[in-house]
C-alpha cells in the first residue's frame, strides 16, 4: 500500500471509530509498507508481527473466514479479544501482541479484490474503551471497499499479477502449486 493511502487510512479510521490501534497493511509486503499504516502502536510491536507472520498464519486465516462471514468487518462476539482464542484457537496472535498492549477490544477484515487477499485491516480499543457497536461496523464496511480499491491502485503491478497471491484462509505448503478456481 503507498504509504502516503496506508497512512490517511489509518488516521480516518482511528478517528472516525473511536480506536486506539490501527493497522492497514498489504499482506505481501507486510515488512515493507505497514508502518505507514500503523497508528497507536508502535514498530517494535511491527516487528514482532512481521518476525511471527508464519506462525500468526492461522489466526489471520480464521480473521479472513469470520471476515467472510460477515461480509466485512468481524462483529458481536468475535469483537471481545478476551473470549477470541477460547472460541476460536489461536496461534498466539493475541498472546503476543494483542493482550500485552492492552488491547481487549477489536474488529478486522481482509481487503479483496478479484476474490484475491491483497491486504488487511486490523482495528483495537483498550481496556477503558467499548466494545465495536454494529453501526460502526457498518461505517468501516462502508469503506472496506474503498481501502481494498486504494490498496489495489497503490500496490505494484507485479503483486496484483500474480495468481497466487498469498492467501491468509489457505495455508501453502512448499512444493504445492494453488489450482485457479
Not at 477489536?106 to 479483496?112: K, P, Y
Request: glycine residues 8%.
Amino acid at each position: 500500500m503507498q504509504p502516503n493511502f496506508a497512512r490517511k487510512a489509518a488516521r480516518w479510521l482511528e478517528r472516525h471509530v473511536g480506536a486506539e490501534a490501527v493497522l492497514v497493511a498489504p499482506i505481501p509486503h507486510l515488512a515493507r509498507d505497514a508502518a505507514a499504516g500503523l497508528v497507536g502502536l508502535d514498530l517494535a510491536w511491527l516487528r514482532r508481527l512481521v518476525d511471527g507472520f508464519g506462525r500468526y498464519r492461522v489466526d489471520f486465516a480464521q480473521i479472513a473466514v469470520l471476515s467472510r462471514r460477515w461480509r466485512g468487518f468481524t462483529r458481536a462476539r468475535d469483537t471481545y479479544l478476551n473470549d477470541w482464542p477460547r472460541r476460536h484457537g489461536s496461534a498466539g496472535f493475541n498472546e503476543d501482541l494483542v493482550f500485552p498492549y492492552g488491547l481487549v477490544s477489536g474488529t478486522a477484515a481482509v481487503l479483496e479484490v478479484r476474490r484475491a487477499q491483497i491486504g488487511m485491516v486490523l482495528v483495537g480499543r483498550e481496556r477503558s474503551s467499548r466494545s465495536f457497536t454494529d453501526g460502526e461496523c457498518d461505517l468501516l464496511n462502508g469503506i472496506l471497499p474503498i481501502l481494498a480499491m486504494g490498496e489495489a491502485i497503490h500496490a505494484s503491478t507485479a503483486t496484483l499479477a500474480t495468481v497466487s497471491a498469498p492467501s491468509l484462509a489457505q495455508p501453502s505448503y512448499p512444493g504445492l502449486t494453488s489450482r485457479a478456481s
